[in-house]
């Protein structure tokens, strides 16, 4: 099973308390969907 970002957002923010950064890597070279999922993260973390 592929892990969804929402599913993944409340880890990440787990991670941010403990650590001083965090880095996402995602395989999305396809079209603009590095831009699409960037965005997205940004709003799941409340980044935005």
């Given at each position: 099973?592929?892990?969804v970002p929402g599913q993944m957002a409340e880890q990440v923010r787990q991670l941010a308390q403990e650590a001083d950064e965090v880095h996402l890597l995602?395989?999305?070279?396809?079209?603009?969907y590095a831009i699409r999922n960037a965005r997205q993260w940004a709003?799941?973390?409340d980044l935005s």
């Open positions: 099973m592929v892990p995602t395989n999305n070279d396809f079209g603009d709003e799941l973390l």
